[in-house]
T-cell receptor
Framework: GAVVSQHPSRVICKSGTSVKIECRSL??????MFWYRQFPKQSLMLMAT?????????EQGVEKDKFLINHASLTLSTLTVTSAHPEDSSFYIC???????????????FGDGTRLSIL | AQSVSQHNHHVILSEAASLELGCNYS??????LFWYVQYPGQHLQLLLK??????LVKGIKGFEAEFIKSKFSFNLRKPSVQWSDTAEYFC??????????????FGQGTILTVHP
């Protein structure tokens, strides 16, 4: 149980395009989803936290207009990298916490990640 | 902001060797502690967690970790590793309350390679 599906697994696109990454909870309802970014040989850095039906909360230093997050349903959150540039190339990972995962310190369930390469 | 440090980037062992991966964190308040594992081509999976109580926690696949509050450490151990333990291991810490409650701060990860 508690499977999180992330799509696409890899995307390569030209500089200036926008890229959308989907994160779905397949067998549970996710009240909270998290988006992380990982650079090579570095840790996962939390970018933002999204709660279903409300605006995402971004971590310090993360551009809200650059990384648009939508959490429109209890099973889907999307991250859109707008006008992507080579410096946005990275590994993006989502995680989710279910309705039953209370209190908030319960472990998160992770997706497989998306490798984004901007040429 | 708190930080999490994993001392070794890459550990190479032979099967049956004992394993200890270090993890230290900087937050001075009450914390929740986690070890996650990422097998090649797979997503992060929870190995074990510590919230309170016995500082020695046991997880899946024979792993255990010890929380030493005075040292701000949560080291991962396994007495005898197997080839199938080859993976990347991440230590993560969450503040137990406050505005960052439920948010994870990760260490840099340690790649474990086990030779048969």
């Amino acid at each position: 149980g508690a499977v999180v599906s992330q799509h696409p697994s890899r995307v390569i696109c030209k500089s200036g395009t926008s890229v959308k990454i989907e994160c779905r909870s397949l067998d549970f309802q996710a009240t909270t989803m998290f988006w992380y970014r990982q650079f090579p040989k570095q840790s996962l850095m939390l970018m933002a936290t999204s709660n279903e039906g409300s605006k995402a909360t971004y971590e310090q230093g993360v551009e809200k207009d650059k990384f648009l997050i939508n959490h429109a349903s209890l099973t889907l959150s999307t991250l859109t990298v707008t006008s992507a540039h080579p410096e946005d190339s990275s590994f993006y990972i989502c995680s989710a916490r279910g309705v039953r995962d209370k209190p908030p310190n319960q472990p998160q369930h992770f997706g497989d990640g998306t490798r984004l390469s901007i040429l | 902001a708190q930080s999490v440090s994993q001392h070794n980037h890459h550990v190479i062992l032979s099967e049956a060797a004992s394993l200890e991966l270090g993890c230290n964190y900087s937050y001075g308040g009450t914390v929740n502690l986690f070890w996650y594992v990422q097998y090649p081509g797979q997503h992060l999976q929870l190995l074990l967690k510590y919230f309170s109580g016995d500082p020695l926690v046991k997880g899946i696949k024979g792993f255990e970790a010890e929380f030493i509050k005075s040292k701000f450490s949560f080291n991962l151990r396994k007495p005898s590793v197997q080839w199938s333990d080859t993976a990347e291991y991440f230590c993560a810490v969450s503040e137990d309350g406050g505005t960052s409650y439920g948010k994870l701060t990760f260490g840099q990860g340690t790649i474990l390679t086990v030779h048969p």
